[in-house]
């Protein structure tokens, strides 16, 4: 990494930690009413909580508004599980479409396990996409609110690909790069592009089964 960019990670903070705390300000009545709606609509707490990869591969626990039923598999990503729709909540569905149930990682970004921007963090058993990260130091830096990957096809991105997108992100990150990527997630939330619910392969293939 470039001397211009380590100090850019400096700035970078700075600005996480101003900015997460406005948003936690600016926020707060959504955070509110968010949930109260998920506490009166389904069984469970309100906030799911899940361990997660950091900087340098050190574990946090990362925060999100809890979308699905508390019966659903535990650590697996989402786009894995078979039948996924069938785990997500009403009041989920809407939140995961408008991207809603990510608000509470400004917690995260405040408190240094995450940036606003970098590469989405791993699950603590994604071994195949942490070692891919790895050839690439993606994993040298903060895990991020969004990312590069995150604009560039999301969960619709075979892992190689992904952890290429995340280590071209480490390599070139910069304050406009940061804005490019913010702004452009912005576009992508209200196009709900890139976002896979379940394993979209299986259940095509247990279809074609049940049709013969």
Avoid at 76 to 97: C, D, Q, W
Wanted: proline share 4%.
């Amino acid at each position: 990494m470039e001397k211009k960019n380590k100090f850019y990670l400096y700035i970078k903070r700075l600005f996480d930690i101003i900015l997460s705390f406005l948003g936690l300000i600016i926020l707060s009545p959504f955070f509110v009413i968010i949930a109260l709606l998920i506490k009166f609509t389904s069984k469970g707490p309100v906030l799911f909580k899940q361990k997660r990869i950091g900087k340098n591969k050190k574990y946090f626990t990362i925060y999100k508004f809890r979308t699905m039923r508390i019966d659903t598999p535990k650590d697996m990503p989402t786009h894995m599980l078979n039948n996924a729709e069938s785990y997500i909540t009403k009041v989920g569905a809407f939140l995961r479409k408008t991207s809603l149930d990510e608000l509470p990682q400004i917690i995260n970004i405040l408190k240094g396990d995450m940036s606003i921007v970098g590469p989405r963090p791993a699950l603590w058993n994604q071994d195949d996409l942490i070692n891919e990260r790895d050839k690439y130091k993606a994993n040298d830096i903060r895990p991020g609110l969004t990312g590069l990957a995150q604009i560039s096809g999301r969960d619709e991105l075979e892992i190689p690909v992904k952890a290429q997108l995340d280590g071209e992100y480490a390599e070139k990150i910069s304050l406009w790069f940061d804005i490019k990527i913010f702004f452009k997630t912005i576009g992508k939330v209200f196009k709900h592009d890139g976002v896979v619910e379940g394993n979209k392969e299986n259940e095509e293939n247990e279809k074609s089964t049940c049709n013969r």
